[in-house]
């Protein structure tokens, strides 16, 4: 079974579990926490844990790397449980790391499965076939996918049409640059959720706020 490297986040006994699904020999590849599909929002972890299926071992790399943020999003499943809980949002977790398939990623993205991050390269990705390929993404990615497809689909059968909240954390700095910024919000083309949240969180004169950035 796999195990996670993470000490960030409670263990995962100490949460409630609504829908897990075993995959690969015991090893979960997401977790959906049940809401209230009409609240209007869903919750996406797309880097909660940074967990390897048992025949993956580490993929080649110390467990000091996988601890890294080239790993999983640090802290990210602990804040995604505690708003989830707090607000009654329904919500979808991976469990798996995103070196070994990065859910947050086109299925056609070069970076869907990486071979070198922030230094560090994947040795247990170095040579990977397309059959290996095409198996993780059955796995692991694919299943995570139709998730967030089948709790878009409970929310939009109440009428309610789902804002979607990804929840990510970031390095206090990138390549030598420093990232100055307390909490991040990036949005695309509407403003309608960003603004309020941007004017929240710019409430405290405290906080720097990234508008798309990092």
């Known amino acids: 079974m796999g195990k996670s490297l993470a000490n960030a986040d409670a263990p995962c006994g100490a949460w409630p579990q609504a829908d897990v ?18 609240c209007g929002f869903l919750l996406l ?44 949002m329904p919500a979808v977790m991976t469990r798996f790391s995103r070196l070994l398939i990065d859910p947050n990623r086109g299925a ?5 499965i990486m071979r070198l991050s922030d230094g560090a390269i994947i040795p247990g990705n170095r040579h ?24 878009i689909d409970q929310c939009m059968a109440t009428g309610v049409a789902p804002a979607i909240l990804s929840i990510h954390s970031f390095t206090e700095s990138w390549k030598g640059v420093p ?21 929240a969180f710019n409430a405290d004169g405290a906080l720097i706020v990234g508008d798309n950035q990092p």
């Open 45 to 88: 972890c797309d880097h909660a844990r940074n967990a390897l299926p048992a025949r993956y071992g580490t993929l080649g790399l110390p467990h000091s790397e996988l601890e890294r943020h080239i790993g999983y999003d640090i802290g990210v499943e602990g804040v995604t449980r505690k708003i989830a809980a707090r607000l009654g």
């Open 108 to 112: 056609d993205d070069p970076t869907l």
């Open 128 to 151: 990977l076939d397309r059959d290996e390929r095409e198996r993780r993404v059955a796995r692991y990615y694919r299943p995570y996918h139709e998730a967030v497809d089948r709790v």
């Open 21 to 38: 699904e075993d995959l690969d020999d015991g090893f979960v590849s997401h977790e959906t926490i049940a809401g209230d599909p009409a």
């Open 179 to 199: 990232r100055p910024w307390h909490v991040g919000i990036l949005w695309d083309r509407d403003r309608r959720l960003a603004q309020p949240l941007l004017d």
